[in-house]
């Protein structure tokens, strides 16, 4: 009895040593094909009954499916490699390398034109959350990986490239009839929402300010830079009042959509009525008979024009007007050319005089202005040695991430 067990573990563990050594060998096979540039060849064979390291198969399929421009088919095998337990983790960010580099490769040759900028940001996220996972590369450029956080700073770049193209204009357009004088409203605002990386404005009319462009009854504001993308705009506030009622309510929305170096507009029409007052003595009324300050009463004490008023300052001919301008010599004229201007007599400042420096900007000793000279020259010395630092981590960023395609890790 014991003998026939010895036997089936025998047996057993021959035909794992066989298992294992045929997968090496098979392996190897693969490799020198890969090697020599024939990816006809592939690594299914190992994907059964591989019991160390089956992970292999899974990246060396991937890549020689890479290698044919498969990228979906290469990304399935990159994620069923990862999904294998006991994966060093030098090797793991070599999978999630070119696991990062098969999406890269999905990008179309025009991924930064206007119709693929939105498309290729999502697809260029996911390669860098790929990449950051685990560790392979970090934020702060210390990750297990040297190509990871390489391949990462290239992708920040085309990133940042993209989001720079990825904005456009959102213009605010409201037409108003129905008011002459628009300081009559009320406020009138809007609330302006947008996509995730907007950040929530809201927009108040001004009908006074140059922000808000006039064309007849429309007023346009323009809102610059914003990221691509579905906006809406709502009127939070219509600018109603007991004087002007409008034809729409607070909360009326309109929808936007921005693209890519593109504009958007949203419309707002609002018609005002003014409202009636029955009330015949309502002191907003300027023909109201019983005003004491109606304009048109010729015996209204407050009326410049008054003909009975022999005081009327306005009265050209009055000999006790101040302002005459008959009188030549009228001391109270600021045109009189006799009249001296008023007040002391100032000297102009010389601005090379330190008495008169009102900053305290020149200096008043030969130490004083050896010192201003000193900082200078120092400081302009720093400047240049920080945009000389600048050009050169540009350049270094530039020449590691030229052929960043080469980070992509061989078959094992």
Same mark, same amino acid.
């Given at each position: 009895?014991?003998?026939?067990?010895? =036997?089936?573990?025998y047996?057993?563990?021959?035909?794992?040593?066989?298992?294992?050594?045929?997968?090496?060998?098979?392996?190897?096979?693969?490799?020198?094909?890969?090697?020599?540039?024939d990816?006809?060849?592939?690594?299914?064979?190992?994907?059964?009954?591989?019991? =160390?390291?089956p992970?292999?198969?899974?990246?060396?399929?991937?890549?020689?499916?890479?290698?044919?421009?498969?990228?979906?088919?290469?990304?399935?095998?990159?994620?069923?490699?990862?999904?294998?337990?006991?994966?060093?983790?030098?090797?793991?960010?070599?999978?999630?390398?070119?696991?990062?580099?098969?999406?890269?490769?999905?990008?179309?040759?025009?991924?930064?034109?206007?119709?693929?900028?939105?498309?290729?940001?999502?697809?260029?996220?996911?390669?860098?959350?790929?990449?950051?996972?685990?560790?392979?590369?970090?934020?702060?450029?210390?990750?297990?990986?040297?190509?990871?956080?390489?391949?990462?700073?290239?992708?920040?770049?085309?990133?940042?490239? +993209?989001?720079?193209?990825?904005i456009?204009?959102?213009?605010?357009?409201?037409?108003?009839?129905?008011?002459?004088?628009?300081?009559? +409203?009320?406020?009138?605002?809007?609330?302006?929402?947008?996509?995730?990386?907007?950040?929530t404005?809201?927009?108040?009319?001004?009908?006074?300010?140059?922000?808000?462009?006039?064309?007849?009854?429309?007023?346009?504001?323009?809102?610059?830079?914003?990221?691509?993308?579905?906006?809406?705009?709502?009127?939070?506030?219509?600018?109603?009042?007991?004087?002007?009622?409008?034809?729409?309510?607070?909360?009326?929305?309109?929808?936007?959509?921005?693209?890519?170096?593109?504009?958007?507009?949203?419309?707002?029409?609002?018609?005002y009525?003014?409202?009636?007052?029955?009330?015949?003595?309502?002191p907003?009324?300027?023909?109201?008979?019983? %005003?004491?300050?109606d304009?048109?009463?010729?015996?209204?004490?407050?009326?410049?024009?008054?003909?009975?008023d022999?005081?009327?300052p306005?009265?050209?001919?009055?000999?006790?007007?101040?302002?005459d301008?008959?009188?030549?010599?009228?001391?109270?004229?600021?045109?009189?050319?006799?009249?001296?201007?008023?007040?002391?007599?100032?000297?102009?400042?010389?601005?090379q %005089?330190?008495?008169?420096?009102?900053?305290?900007?020149q200096?008043?000793?030969?130490?004083?202005?050896?010192?201003?000279?000193?900082?200078?020259?120092?400081?302009?010395?720093?400047?240049?040695?920080?945009?000389?630092?600048?050009?050169l981590?540009?350049?270094?960023?530039?020449?590691?991430?030229?052929?960043?395609?080469?980070?992509?890790?061989?078959?094992w």
């Amino acid at each position: 009895m014991k003998k026939k067990i010895f =036997i089936v573990i025998y047996v057993f563990l021959l035909l794992v040593f066989g298992r294992q050594l045929l997968n090496y060998c098979y392996n190897e096979h693969i490799v020198q094909q890969y090697l020599a540039g024939d990816y006809t060849v592939n690594d299914n064979l190992l994907l059964s009954l591989n019991l =160390i390291e089956p992970y292999i198969a899974h990246y060396n399929n991937g890549n020689i499916l890479y290698k044919n421009h498969l990228y979906d088919d290469a990304i399935a095998e990159y994620q069923a490699a990862l999904e294998c337990p006991g994966i060093p983790q030098r090797r793991e960010c070599s999978i999630r390398i070119n696991y990062a580099l098969a999406l890269l490769g999905k990008l179309p040759d025009d991924y930064d034109s206007t119709a693929n900028i939105e498309s290729s940001l999502e697809t260029l996220y996911e390669a860098r959350a790929i990449l950051l996972e685990d560790g392979c590369a970090t934020e702060d450029g210390k990750g297990h990986s040297t190509k990871a956080e390489r391949l990462k700073r290239e992708i920040d770049r085309m990133i940042e490239d +993209l989001e720079s193209k990825n904005i456009g204009t959102l213009l605010i357009q409201k037409t108003i009839t129905g008011v002459d004088d628009l300081t009559q +409203l009320d406020p009138i605002t809007f609330t302006v929402v947008g996509p995730e990386e907007f950040e929530t404005v809201v927009v108040t009319f001004d009908s006074t300010s140059t922000l808000w462009v006039r064309s007849g009854d429309t007023f346009v504001y323009t809102l610059d830079e914003v990221p691509a993308g579905d906006y809406v705009v709502t009127e939070t506030e219509t600018g109603e009042n007991d004087m002007y009622t409008c034809s729409t309510e607070a909360g009326t929305e309109s929808n936007a959509t921005v693209t890519a170096l593109g504009t958007g507009t949203a419309e707002f029409t609002n018609e005002y009525t003014a409202n009636q007052s029955g009330d015949p003595s309502d002191p907003s009324d300027p023909q109201d008979p019983q %005003d004491p300050q109606d304009p048109q009463d010729p015996s209204d004490p407050s009326d410049p024009q008054d003909p009975q008023d022999p005081q009327d300052p306005q009265d050209p001919q009055d000999p006790s007007n101040p302002s005459d301008p008959q009188d030549p010599q009228n001391p109270q004229d600021p045109q009189d050319p006799q009249q001296p201007s008023s007040g002391p007599h100032q000297e102009p400042q010389d601005p090379q %005089d330190p008495q008169q420096d009102p900053q305290g900007t020149q200096p008043t000793t030969y130490e004083q202005w050896e010192e201003q000279v000193r900082d200078q020259i120092e400081g302009q010395s720093q400047d240049a040695a920080q945009q000389r630092q600048d050009e050169l981590q540009d350049y270094q960023e530039y020449d590691e991430s030229a052929n960043w395609s080469s980070d992509y890790e061989g078959i094992w």
